[in-house]
């Protein structure tokens, strides 16, 4: 793939390309890209966002990388136009670096979307609010897309309280429409529902424009059933985690790298992830360069490709923490499958998957004695590991209370046992417990 530095991508982009929600340099579906390697990186795609009507760049600005602002320009001088956040993400500062980072573009060229937390606590006027006070932050006068963030069930999906706030706010005009995401199951005292009973239950509502979940060449099973679900009823699909074994990898060495850059020492915690990554990258790397996939971008490209190569996928969100990243996956928009690279996905799929935890799944969690909660641990675990968002992580853990991996320590693997792709379920919890336990080891 090529590299561009970032003061070569500044100064031959352009900031805030003039109406790229309905014009710029598109790429419909289905077209072939020509003479990749020789332009600029500059988004070659945008794609309908369901029922919204709205062009929205193939690959989307994802909320954890919002921490720099000259990043966000960069992407948006790259074409990205879809944008996600969160409300109050990094004590309100994402926001505000939103805000600051889109002044001086069209806002109908941008397409914001948000996601807010909703509890039995809340009312709409509290909703209302908040909704007011994020757009205050953003200095925008609406949020094109709102979501439902997180909801784990069917029944969560049917807010009241959320779809009565929203229908407010269409009115207003301060939200434009509305949608909901959702990582899988989560422990709420009720039987574990899997990803795609909750977001197709969603889609079939009719009352979300958008949804948000898990997809990728690993965790497809579900992914496929939405997506053909979201094409019949005309809702846009926006994808998170589409590189299942790449996170983790990228952002943890890129710490560690930092930490001796600056001769400080590396925390125990960083230095056992880090450990067991380079140990699993030295074990496939016979692999990887067997099937053509020797460094980390080739595999990010087949991963992209992938998700890409579906016509009812939407945006796929990318959390970008260096100008190197934003021109990277740029140049990925409008990546399409051969043959060929989807026979290496599919060798990488049968080598990995039995690695790989489903994390919108739940499966195996009717069966756990103690009432263990894996597909959340899992979700918090890869907040920890490939997202650096060790406290929120370990507070989150923490509020599993007697639910958490400790009881696992006596258990025979029940979920092991359920697990239909034979992920050893048993050591990941024994890992995520070492890493979100305030004890830092396994009781």
Known sequence: MKRINRRVFLSESTVCMAGVGMAGPVTMYGRENRNR???????????????????V???GYGFPGM?????????????????????????GNSEVTIGRAIKGCPRE?????SKIAVNEKDTRENIVSRVRKSLERLETPYIDGLMLWSANTVRGTENKVFHSAARQMKKEGIVRFSGVSCHGSNFTGEPPETMDKVICSAVDSGRYDLVMFVYNYVQQEMGDKILERCGKKNVGAILMKTDPFGGA?????????????ENKEIPPNIQNVYSKIMKSQEQAMPFLVQHGFSDSDNRKEAAISFVLNNPAVSTVLISFSNFTEVADYINLSGSRLTDKILSKIESMRDTYGPMYCRHACGICESSCPAGVPVNTIMRYNHYFTAQSREKYAISQYL????TDAGNCRSCKGFCEA??????????????????????????
């Open 37 to 55: 390697e020789q332009q600029q990186p500059v988004i070659r795609e945008y794609r309908v966002l369901g029922r919204t009507g709205f062009r």
């Open 57 to 59: 760049s193939d690959i």
């Open 67 to 91: 921490a720099n602002e000259s990043i966000l320009k960069a992407a948006i001088a790259g074409g990205i136009n879809f944008i996600d956040t969160i409300e109050g993400h990094a004590g």
């Open 109 to 113: 060229s941008l397409f914001i979307n």
């Open 249 to 261: 990898y990228n952002i943890v060495t890129n710490m560690v790298t930092n930490y001796q850059k």
């Open 399 to 402: 509020g599993l209370g007697t």
């Open 418 to 443: 359920a697990c239909p792709y034979g992920v050893p379920i048993h050591s990941l919890l024994e890992d995520a417990h070492k890493n979100l336990s305030l004890a830092g080891e396994y009781i």
